[in-house]
């Protein structure tokens, strides 16, 4: 038990290196990149204190280059699964009544070694099998991932310290116990760091977790294990499982001792887990918390009095970084028609500058797609524009995969206000642009609001606070992020709290004390220090 009441390090954003030339993070990386890029890495399953290699294997290779092979992983089969469970609900006992503060100890120690000795791995990691550029890598893997770490210590302690008041004679107290059974984690490709967040939520607020990572992302998820078990981490906290998705959900979903779940993914899965519980609903030992951030159809509007190399630079950094597969990437645009001509100059001008190659060269703006599924869904969109009379191709518009799953950054422009690819989630480097007439302001909002399911991030750009006031207020249930004069994309830990609704999610806001509250079930105490012995109350008198 605690000897005190203890104050945690304040949570500062971990500074984001620059990685010019001639540093010395830059060599790191690059000589790091080189070195894992030349060795194979097996990847088993962690399920309590084992390291489970079943021989049922798939390769790992690096999207710009899918013929090279970087290493393995194991899949599971049901038993492993099962197995996972049994693995967690044993720790659970133990790690639960664990005192907060070495909780707290070993996620701030595997954030001091992700800022660290095991920056340049965990970046390089992700530049290899998520082919992210080092600036990306960089932002998300190293300074995105310490940033949740170490703010959610301080959330857990801000959530420990708020109490009920007590009236004379009683002390109310209120404690946050961990869920009751365990949580199940499912994380993307896309971001390392929202891999690392979405099992070590739950777990420092004294939960188990059983996590399966993207079988994109496998190759620096092995890494963020590697950093939990030599931060202290104990055995069957956090089991990390590969595989078959449908079955992986099926087993945890129907055990009696699942609590919730903890995903990032798209719209359609999480729309099947959801049904799943609601099928077992009545299996359980407690509602589970239902936790999910899922997909975007992220906008960019500009009124009349942007200026125009503001816009075009957020178009080219939120449409376009990290080939465009950020749930928040803007991926559709409003511009207005008098603007048009000069917004359309810079953006063509800084397309044209764009480098795309393997993240290795520093000088890469972007890289290649995830996998040939990605690929094959993009180039058919990008073909069929190509042939639509409502839409034109304007920049980019080729692909190649005979190497790596490379998509040319690319602009649709279409007459068609709910032309396809203004609508659907294509999770790839395709912007599509509808120019308004000037005078259609209020109106183009209110089809900004009504063109998608979606409602996860979203930016206006005006030099006019009334027009910023009015989208403000048109646009308020359309995106859980919404950006006045910047990109829709780059939510930072602490500052911007990042979850969407309607399609998108259950706003539970990753990188707040929001999120963290999801992973408790509060219980009061009341204790009265002198009870009455005479039950007649004055008015019987």
């Not at 183009?444 to 006019?464: H, M």
Request: glycine fraction near 8%; include cysteine; hydrophobic fraction near 40%.
């Amino acid at each position: 038990m605690p000897k005190g009441i203890y104050n945690v390090p304040k949570a500062i954003n971990e500074p984001v290196k620059s990685y010019a030339p001639g540093t010395k993070e830059r060599e790191q990386v690059l000589a790091t990149f080189k070195e894992m890029y030349n060795t194979s890495v097996d990847v088993p399953l962690y399920i309590g204190s084992e390291e489970i290699r079943t021989g049922k294997t798939k390769t790992i290779n690096p999207p710009f280059d899918h013929k090279k092979t970087v290493g393995q992983y194991h899949e599971a089969e049901k038993q492993h699964v099962e197995q996972a469970i049994a693995a967690a609900l044993s720790a659970k006992k133990k790690w639960a009544s664990m005192a907060w503060e070495h909780r707290a100890s070993i996620f701030l120690k595997a954030a001091e070694l992700l800022a660290g000795p095991y920056r340049s791995k965990i970046n390089a990691a992700t530049m290899i099998a998520q082919a992210k550029t080092v600036h990306q890598a960089e932002i998300d893997s190293a300074c995105e991932l310490i940033d949740f770490l170490r703010f959610n210590v301080q959330f857990m302690a801000q959530i420990y310290a708020e109490q009920p008041v007590s009236s004379e004679g009683i002390w109310n107290r209120m404690e946050h116990r961990p869920l009751e059974g365990f949580v199940y984690a499912v994380t993307p490709f896309n971001f390392t760091a929202i891999a690392g967040n979405l099992p070590s939520a739950p777990a420092l607020m004294g939960n188990v977790v059983v996590w399966k990572p993207s079988a994109g992302q496998v190759y620096s998820a092995n890494v963020i294990m590697e950093v939990f078990k030599l931060a202290g981490l104990p055995d069957g906290v956090i089991n990390m499982v590969h595989g078959s998705a449908s079955m992986i959900s099926d087993v945890l979903i129907s055990s009696p001792d699942f609590a919730g779940v903890h995903f990032t993914g798209s719209t359609g899965v999480f729309n099947d887990i959801w049904t799943s519980i609601g099928k077992n609903i009545s299996n359980y030992k407690t509602y589970p918390r239902i936790v999910g951030e899922t997909g975007g159809k992220d906008f960019v509007v500009a009124h009349p009095s942007s200026i125009p190399a503001e816009v075009a630079t957020a178009l080219s950094r939120g449409a376009f970084e990290y080939q465009g597969q950020k749930c928040s990437a803007a991926s559709r645009a409003y511009l207005p028609k008098s603007l048009w001509p000069a917004i359309k100059e810079h953006l063509l001008n800084d397309m044209a500058s764009f480098k795309m190659g393997s993240p290795e060269d520093p000088s890469n703006f972007v890289s290649a797609v995830i996998h040939e599924a990605s690929f094959d869904k993009l180039a058919k969109y990008i073909d069929e524009a190509k042939n639509a009379p409502d839409a034109e191709v304007i920049a980019g518009g080729g692909y190649d995969k005979s190497k790596g799953w490379f998509i040319e950054p690319t602009v649709i422009v279409t007459t068609n206000k709910k032309y396809d690819t203004l609508c659907t989630e294509l999770f790839g480097p395709v912007l599509t642009i509808y120019i308004y007439e000037d005078s259609q302001w209020a109106e183009t909002l209110k089809l900004v609001d009504e063109t998608s399911p979606y409602a996860l991030t979203g930016a206006i750009f005006s030099q006019d606070r009334y027009a910023i006031e009015e989208a403000t207020k048109a646009l308020e249930n359309s995106a859980g992020n919404f950006y006045i004069n910047d990109k829709p994309t780059g939510a930072v830990v602490g500052q911007q709290p990042f979850g969407g609704a309607r399609a998108s999610g259950t706003n539970d806001k990753a990188g707040s004390i929001l999120n963290l509250l999801r992973w408790v079930s509060p219980r009061t105490i009341k204790e009265t220090f002198v009870p009455p012995s005479d039950y007649r109350y004055p008015f019987l008198g």
